[in-house]
């Protein structure tokens, strides 16, 4: 992923990595430092490398998975088009064999190496010979040249349907159709063409790649390929008389002529442009690919995104703590000459070395991570679909996400590093040689002050216009900018800590406050805004609470003022923190972090559970089950309506359908939209619900019956247009598109009258379509705009009271298989469809647990420093009678405490950061089950993390126990 990223990644790792060289090289002493450090200290140098290697991971796996989304995608164009690049479709057969001698001249041009013509019919068929009948309402019947397919785009690989002509009597099926079927070959199947049964024995069974693959822009085809006349001879006159261009070129290489070509065709077509439709599905399922693998890529780095600042902030805790460990020897070599730079050189180079040790195992974990989500991703992705055709998950990963993710992990380290190393070589050089702890009132100098000013009165500014345009980013991070860049000019006329509280306080408030004031500021694809968003409340909330441990740690005081054993390891667990308040709240941030986007996560689910009875509501209005079915072959309405199962059916509402292609009204992309443009019949579908209506349209039966009189409104859903990520609110009622049929090229403009709820109930159930958007109009419009295109091939059926819609589903779908009728029950598929974002969310906080493990390591490796840097103490108190259960209760408190308030805070800011989001956001559109609490999980989750933190802190509270007084007190390590 981000091939773009990675020149500019490894130009500046080269310069970071070749400055520390020089440093290395040129200044002996610097470097002889760094590696005596990193020999001394093996078991914490374990612990640092362990943390970079999670940080690493991460960002690798995000990346894999982007990887793996995008070669998945990618494999469409190889298994449904193979060397097809272009397709013209023209739904007359005569007008289509017309329009293939207009282009056989294209056979000359250079950048096509293959046309083939085809005629393909929707069909159905059953296997009987089987212990229980199974039947595909769900097939295309070609009638193709063989022989001609097999040299079809040969010079770019094979077609993908090879072999001889099958005799009449027989037929090829994909291994799609074939395993629907149970069936294989030399056995005998039927197929019903233009709704009269024929039987065929199965010839061969070819892979699904290629001209075997292909449809008309499904994801899953099931094709049966029948020798040429066998559809004529059957009577299937319903049929589609196709097309199809093959670039110079292979697979992927040929798809880069489609705009040069595409004109070709057109020029070619000339009179006869009006009688076909010129597709590009190659360029689409290519242009598909790369906005899902960056779209979920993007989403996994966003969530991985908090895991990484956790990272980050586990090297800094780290090298504070160095530094004051070595304090004493700091300032003495400070004292004998030696360079502050050089100090930020030596620390540089020693955590270089940490970074770069685990730059590949990091790679490694990585790519486990992302071929583990992989694996989980398949099953979701599978479900998704309506017909259980979703995109099938295939593991890949690229080199370029591979260098990518490490020289990204290696950057954020050595930045971190780096910016961490120049704070802490600034220190006095006297209180550094004796020991002294560093001064806490000094007021800062006037330099940073008027700096600090001037940046905070630039953040204000900019702010402004950020706020009125509500801008996502600039509305949450420039405030807070401002008010942090205050914080100096505030220390001076009040004492620091007020100072510090004051902001924290104020950038908290504006954090879970600006989408109130603003509340447009989700309505954004964007995902940084949601980083910026848990980020600053995560750190705003622990600064407060870092700054004010004493009045938190306020309701301890009657177990830390009790004469006791347990009295004296309660003070002893809430002195550090009190004490270290920087370290101490860097490691809480790592667990408000993570808990914080955990609980968000664990809330969505909640609030999806919550909303699925009402979302199935709102998707049917008392309609049960949808049903498509094949128009030219039979027309089943009338025996829905009079049939043998009309006493289950309380009423059936036929939509009239045709292919059209819309501009995004959204203005996302210049690309027209493919879109299923269907037209209710008048006061049919007035229960289905809208989320937005145009001005002057008082409730929903006033949109649906302006769509009636109002031929140039049109209703969309929610997800019109949409490619992936956060779905923001991009239109509105009163925005308008332009609707084209892409036969006849007939454009006009429309309205939106009101966005649906739900919109679920007009989506084709056939799968004819990979990515198509219902757009719903009047019937009249459908009929005017589209004329003969448009035909009536789906309907919605209510059923009566105890009907079982699964049941009757499977009924109708057995008495009209000739119709190749397919029925789909709505409720199920909201079921269906929430169950599978739901485990795609659980997915998500699998992938984010890698975070908390970063946090629980960082604990792990405090709590090893700070047995080290409090041994002469923990000797003196052993010498004073202080007990070891003590000295080791001490420690596990002091680390459950810090995890505690990590895990609260994070909780707590978890559950109303998702609260606001339900109240403002437009992606929980539809979801109106309420906002629950979700106790139990939140209580699991923090129990979890509270053991997991006292287990990682029971192997420095035991070695903290058996430190022997008389050596700790003589002896410094």
């Not at 397919?149 to 291994?175: C, I, K, M, Y």
């Not at 006061?683 to 031929?711: E, Y």
């Not at 990979?770 to 009249?780: F, I």
């Not at 509270?957 to 008389?966: E, F, L, S, T």
Request: positive net charge; proline residues 6%; aromatic residues 6%.
């Amino acid at each position: 992923m981000y091939p773009n990223l990675l020149l500019p990644l490894l130009g500046v790792l080269g310069a970071a990595l070749l400055t520390l060289l020089l440093v290395a090289v040129r200044k002996p002493v610097v470097r002889r430092l760094a590696l005596r450090q990193v020999a001394r200290r093996r078991t914490e140098a374990a612990l640092v490398v362990t943390g970079s290697v999670l940080g690493t991971a991460i960002i690798v796996g995000a990346l894999v998975v982007g990887d793996t989304l995008n070669f998945s995608v990618r494999q469409e164009a190889y298994r449904t088009l193979g060397p097809v690049d272009e397709r013209i479709v023209s739904t007359d057969p005569a007008a289509g064999r017309a329009i293939a001698d207009r282009l056989r001249p294209l056979a000359a041009d250079p950048d096509v190496d293959g046309l083939l013509t085809a005629e393909v019919a929707q069909a159905a068929a059953v296997n009987t010979h089987t212990a229980q009948p199974v039947a595909e309402p769900r097939v295309l019947a070609w009638q193709i040249d063989f022989d001609a397919a097999a040299r079809f785009g040969a010079d770019g690989g094979p077609s993908g349907l090879a072999g001889p002509t099958p005799p009449p009597g027989q037929v090829v099926l994909n291994e799609t159709l074939a395993r629907s079927l149970k069936t294989g070959a030399g056995r005998p199947v039927t197929l019903y063409l233009n709704g009269h049964a024929a039987e065929f024995t199965v010839a061969r069974v070819v892979p699904q790649q290629g001209l075997a693959g292909t449809g008309l822009g499904g994801r899953v085809n099931r094709n049966a390929f029948l020798p040429p006349g066998t559809l004529d001879a059957a009577g299937a006159g319903a049929t589609h008389a196709v097309t199809l261009v093959s670039n110079r070129g292979g697979v992927e290489t040929g798809e880069r002529l489609t705009g040069p070509v595409t004109a070709e065709i057109r020029s070619a077509l000339g009179p006869d442009a009006g009688r076909a439709a010129v597709d590009t599905p190659k360029h689409t399922v290519l242009d598909q690919a790369a906005a899902t693998g960056d779209a979920l890529g993007a989403l996994f780095l966003m969530i991985g995104s908090f895991s990484i600042i956790a990272g980050a902030l586990l090297l800094v805790n780290i090298f504070v703590m160095l530094a004051e460990e070595r304090k004493t020897q700091l300032g003495m070599l400070r004292a004998v000459g030696l360079k502050r730079a050089h100090l930020v050189g030596s620390f540089s180079i020693e955590g270089a070395l940490y970074a770069l040790a685990a730059a590949l195992p990091g790679v490694a974990v990585g790519i486990a991570v992302g071929w583990g989500v992989a694996v989980a991703a398949a099953q979701i992705f599978r479900s998704w679909s309506v017909d259980g055709s979703g995109l099938d998950i295939a593991f890949a990963v690229t080199p370029t996400s591979l260098v990518n993710g490490a020289a990204l992990g290696l950057v954020i380290a050595l930045a971190a590093i780096a910016a961490t190393s120049a704070r802490i070589s600034r220190f006095n050089v006297i209180a550094a040689v004796r020991d002294l702890p560093v001064e806490s009132g000094r007021r800062p100098r006037r330099r940073r002050v008027a700096v600090s000013t001037a940046l905070s009165l630039l953040c204000a500014l900019a702010a402004v216009p950020a706020l009125a345009r509500s801008q996502a980013e600039q509305t949450y991070l420039l405030p807070a900018l401002a008010v942090a860049f205050a914080v100096p000019a505030a220390s001076r006329v009040m004492p620091r800590r007020a100072a510090t509280s004051i902001a924290a306080a104020l950038v908290l408030l504006w954090t879970l406050a600006a989408s109130v004031i603003r509340p447009r500021v989700f309505d954004t694809p964007s995902m940084a805004v949601y980083v910026i968003l848990g980020t600053l409340a995560a750190f705003s909330a622990v600064v407060l609470v870092s700054e004010n441990q004493h009045t938190v740690l306020r309701p301890l005081r009657r177990l830390t003022d009790r004469p006791t054993q347990q009295g004296l390891a309660t003070r002893l667990a809430a002195a550090y923190p009190l004490a270290k308040r920087f370290r101490t709240g860097s490691t809480m941030v790592m667990y408000t972090l993570i808990v914080l986007v955990l609980v968000l996560l664990t809330e969505i689910s909640g609030i999806m559970n919550a909303s699925i009875d009402q979302a199935a509501a709102d998707a049917t209005a008392g309609y049960t089950l949808r049903v498509d079915y094949n128009p030219r072959a039979a027309n089943p309405l009338t025996d829905l309506r009079t049939g043998p199962l009309a006493r289950q059916i309380e009423a059936v509402a036929p939509l009239l359908e045709a292919r059209g292609q819309a501009t995004d009204p959204g203005h996302r992309t210049p690309a027209p939209l493919e879109t299923s443009v269907v037209g209710v019949p008048d006061g049919a579908t007035s229960g289905i619900a809208f989320r937005d209506r145009l001005p002057g349209l008082p409730d929903d039966k006033a949109v649906w019956d302006a769509l009636a009189t109002h031929p140039d409104y049109v209703v969309l859903d929610n997800f019109f247009g949409h490619t992936g990520g956060p779905s923001g609110k991009f239109y509105a009622p009163g925005d308008t598109l332009t609707l084209t049929d892409p036969v006849t090229g007939r454009a006009e403009p429309k309205t939106i009258a009101g966005v649906l709820t739900s919109g679920l109930a007009f989506y084709p159930g056939t799968g004819s379509s990979a990515t198509v958007y219902p757009l719903v109009t009047g019937e009249q419009a459908v009929r005017t705009q589209f004329g003969p295109q448009a035909q009536t091939a789906a309907a919605l059926i209510r059923t009566t009271p105890g009907t079982s819609p699964e049941d009757l589903a499977g009924r109708l779908q057995g008495s009209h298989l000739s119709a190749s009728l397919v029925a789909t029950p709505i409720a199920a598929d909201v079921h269906r469809l929430f169950a599978a974002n739901t485990a795609f969310f659980r997915l998500m906080q699998g992938f984010l647990a890698l975070g908390l493990l970063i946090g629980i390591t960082g604990l792990g490796v405090v709590m090893v420093r700070a047995v080290r840097e409090r041994r002469r103490t923990i000797g003196v108190l052993r010498a004073l009678g202080c007990q070891a259960r003590t000295v080791e209760r001490s420690f596990l408190w002091e680390s459950g405490l810090v995890a505690l308030e990590g895990t609260l805070l994070g909780a707590a800011l978890g559950v109303l950061t998702t609260w606001l989001m339900y109240q403002k956001s437009s992606a929980f559109t539809g979801l109106d089950g309420g906002f629950p609490v979700e106790w139990a999980q939140i209580a699991v989750l923090a129990a979890l993390t509270l053991a997991a933190s006292l287990l990682a802190a029971a192997g420095p509270a035991r070695r903290a126990a058996r430190i022997r007084p008389a050596l700790a007190v003589r002896l410094p390590d």
